[in-house]
Every structure is written in structure tokens, then in C-alpha cells.
């Protein structure tokens, strides 16, 4: 069964420190995978995503994430953070090549900047 | 950019009811989705839904779940009878096809009292 693990439950910054942020996942096949970012009490909105080519993906608001294959990993990384990065944040995946297939989401990391 | 929308944004039903929950999701796209966050968890996947029928769902969407897609443009998550631990936030999600990503509506935080 697919699973994604995010190791960090919260983590807590200053401003201008470098993130990290670990997603791991587990399946059978090939995948899609995405970050989701999820501000105080608003929805869910698409970070960046990775489908194929080249693994180190940029998203928005200054976030990146590589795909390592060999160590089924998709961190989602960010030279310098902001206070308005305070946010929770969701790893995800889906099975390539799958039609509309489900997302499979982490138990999310929430992350604090303190100014 | 096209946004999914949900209403209502808050729904408060008593234990026993019916509630039905509504999303108009993004006009050219095929494939349709709700999920569910119980306070502080991770989200989940509960159905979803592709040419007129469920494609897929989870062991949550029991039968006391059902979803329709009545007009072409609404599509509904509808809860029988509600129960405390139905309480949640909603999200309704759709997507092109495997090459889109998945835009969320802005869900509907349910409180079964």
C-alpha cells in the first residue's frame, strides 16, 4: 500500500533560516509527488509538484524539493524563510500513470517563524 | 486562475441528521474528489469520482456516505445520519487528468453536535 512519512512533526525557525523538510514515501511503482502548503485556517494549495525529468523542482514562493529515487525521498527545501511561511505543510503522492488516482498525504509538518 | 468552490464554509448539524455538502469544481476538469482532515490529523482520501460513477473510495466512505454529481456542475458529498466523529473539515478537490495537479476547494469545517 502507498504511505508517505513526513519525520517532522513541527518544526520551529527564525526568520531567515534555511528549511528542510523530510517526506518519504512508500509504493510499488512509479509516482507523481507533490507539496501542498496549508496557511491558518485556509485550504490546501499546490507548492510544486514532480511528474518526470529533471528531479530538483521549483515551485513557489522561493520552495524547491529534489526527488531522490534511490532513496524514495522528496524533501521540500527553502533558503530563507519568512514569517508569512508559518504554515502547515503536506507531502503527497499519487500512482503515475493512473487516471485521477488519489492523493496519499503525510501527517503534514507545521512549520513556525518566529520574526 | 479557477478555484474550486465550496459551501457552505461552516456547517454545525446535530448527531442523527443529514448534511449535504457542496462543491462546484473547476468546469474542464474530469475527475473529482472529497476529502477529509479531522482536527490536528493528516488529511484523507474518501472517494473519488470519474464519468458519472465513484472510481474509487475508502474503507471511511462507509454507507452512510454518498456523493452525486446531479446537474453537470455541482458535485455533492451527502452524510445520512451524522456522528460525532464526522466532524471534520471537508475538502473538495479536482483535477484534469494525470498530468494536472489537484486544486482544493477551501473546504467546509462540518461540527456534528
Known amino acids: 500500500a502507498q504511505s508517505v512519512s513526513q519525520h517532522n512533526h513541527h518544526v520551529i525557525l527564525s526568520e531567515a533560516a534555511s528549511l528542510e523538510l523530510g517526506c518519504n514515501y512508500s509504493?510499488?511503482?512509479?509516482?507523481?509527488l507533490f507539496w501542498y502548503v496549508q496557511y491558518p485556517g485556509q485550504h490546501l494549495q499546490l507548492l510544486l509538484k514532480y511528474f518526470s525529468g529533471d528531479p530538483l523542482v521549483k515551485g513557489i514562493k522561493g520552495f524547491e524539493a529534489e526527488f531522490i529515487k534511490s532513496k524514495f525521498s522528496f524533501n521540500l527545501r527553502k533558503p530563507s524563510v519568512q514569517w508569512s511561511d508559518t504554515a502547515e505543510y503536506f507531502c503527497a503522492v499519487n500512482a503515475r500513470g493512473n487516471q485521477g488516482g488519489k492523493l496519499i498525504f503525510g501527517q503534514g509538518t507545521e512549520l513556525s517563524v518566529k520574526p | 486562475e479557477p478555484e474550486v468552490t465550496q459551501t457552505p464554509s461552516h456547517q454545525v448539524t446535530q448527531m442523527g441528521q443529514e448534511v449535504i455538502l457542496r462543491c462546484v469544481p473547476i468546469s474542464n476538469h474530469l475527475y473529482f474528489y472529497w476529502y477529509r482532515q479531522i482536527l490536528g490529523q493528516k488529511v484523507e482520501f474518501l472517494v473519488s469520482f470519474y464519468n458519472n460513477e465513484i472510481s474509487e473510495k475508502s474503507e471511511i466512505f462507509d454507507d452512510q456516505f454518498s456523493v452525486e454529481r446531479p446537474d453537470g456542475s455541482n458535485f455533492t458529498l451527502k452524510i445520512r445520519s451524522t456522528k460525532l466523529e464526522d466532524s471534520a473539515m471537508y475538502f473538495c478537490?479536482?483535477?484534469?487528468?494525470?498530468?494536472?495537479?489537484?486544486?482544493f476547494g477551501s473546504g467546509t469545517r462540518l461540527t456534528v453536535v
Open positions: 509504493y510499488g511503482g512509479t509516482v507523481n
Open positions: 478537490a479536482s483535477s484534469g487528468g494525470a498530468h494536472d495537479g489537484y486544486t
